[in-house]
């Protein structure tokens, strides 16, 4: 059966500090991958998708960027971290254009 | 304006009543998927729907779509406090004007069940 881990859980950064949260799939091959932010009043918006290694697709313009350096594992990173990047981030997968299955997401917190 | 709406915002039940949930999109539906999600956890999918009048349940749960009123319903039946969360509706972005597959979601439907 396929699984979805995230890390880490919780993450608590100053402003202007370096991101990096990773998340791996086991059980499927191939998935199209996805990074999605939940913020409070803005509901679930998706960042990035990633249809194969190397190539990563942007949804809206940010602080933030995508890299897929193996088939299963997808990791977001930032730079300089801005307080608006506050958010339960979450990662998904799916298979073709078939529904979307979540991880466990990483609650981010920028001080 | 926002493009996938939910409704109602929110919902209190008593435990055994039923309830139902909308989504209505402001775009051409090419797929609508249902998901619940316990606060501070990931989303669980529950169904997905593609075709208009289908219609699929999952235990007490039951989901339609309406393809010409681009709308879908969300039905539990007899309400326990195991289906307390926040139901989120999804919709294909071809309909938005983006790619096959992508999703957008709606804000969701806070469900509290009183026991």
């Known amino acids: 059966s396929q699984t979805i881990h995230q890390w880490p859980a919780t993450l608590v950064q100053p402003v202007g500090s370096p991101l990096s949260l990773e998340c791996t799939v086991e059980g499927t091959s191939n998935p199209n991958l996805y990074w999605y932010r939940q913020a409070a009043g803005r509901g679930l918006q998706l960042l990035f998708y990633?249809?194969?290694?190397?190539?990563i697709s942007s949804e809206v313009p940010q602080n933030l960027s995508a890299s897929r350096p193996q088939d299963r594992q997808f990791i977001l990173s930032s730079k300089k971290l801005l307080l608006s990047d506050s958010g339960f981030y979450l990662c998904?997968?799916?298979?073709?254009?078939?529904?979307?299955?979540f991880g466990p997401g990483t609650r981010l917190t920028v001080l | 304006s926002q493009e996938l709406e939910q409704s109602p915002q929110s919902l209190i039940v008593q435990e055994g009543k039923n309830l139902t949930i909308n989504c209505t999109s402001s775009k051409t539906l090419y797929g609508l998927y249902w998901y619940k999600q316990k606060y501070g956890e990931g989303l669980i999918f529950l169904m997905m729907l593609q075709k208009g009048g289908e219609e699929k349940s999952h235990e007490k749960i039951t989901a339609k779509l309406d393809e010409k009123k681009q709308q879908s319903s969300l039905h539990i039946t007899a309400s326990q406090p195991s289906h307390a969360g926040i139901y989120l509706c999804g919709a294909d972005k071809r309909g938005y004007g983006g790619s096959q597959g992508n999703l957008i979601f709606g804000k969701g439907t806070k469900l509290s069940v009183k026991p």
């Open positions: 990633s249809v194969g290694i190397g190539q």
């Open positions: 998904a997968w799916s298979v073709s254009y078939n529904e979307q299955f």
